[in-house]
């Protein structure tokens, strides 16, 4: 059973940061590329960032500029770190995997809650 585990998420002030992980087997990490999407109460799943086995990097606009995705080879994590965050960041966040990061990945976390708020 694929089990991608994801961490990090929390309550924190505007303006400030967190790192969400995710973590899964080896065979995940180096067969597919990972990604976060995020959903927010009443509203659709959305694309947050990407990245490929080669560390190709995509964002979604909203976030660029302040979140950076990358990932640990010798963990098999992939980190979200979050910097300047604002209360509509507020969302639960989710890790997949696939060859390609859609909506309709194979491969999905449980979820990881992130509240921003003062």
């Known amino acids: 059973q694929v089990q991608l585990v994801e961490s990090g998420g929390g309550l924190v002030q505007p303006g400030g940061s967190l790192r969400l992980s995710c973590a899964t087997s080896?065979?995940?990490?180096?067969?597919?590329?990972m990604g976060w999407y995020r959903q927010a109460p009443g509203k659709e799943r959305e694309f947050v960032a990407g990245?490929?086995?080669?560390?190709?990097?995509n964002y979604a606009d909203s976030v660029k500029g302040r979140f950076t995705i990358s990932r640990d080879n010798a963990e098999n994590t992939v980190y979200l770190q979050m910097n300047s965050l604002k209360p509509e960041d507020t969302a639960v966040y989710y890790c997949?995997?696939?060859?390609?990061?859609?909506?309709?990945?194979?491969?999905w976390g449980q979820g990881t809650q992130v509240t921003v708020s003062s």
């Open positions: 997949a995997a696939d060859i390609i990061i859609t909506r309709d990945s194979r491969y």
């Open positions: 080896r065979s995940i990490f180096s067969n597919f590329a």
């Open positions: 990245i490929s086995r080669l560390d190709n990097t």
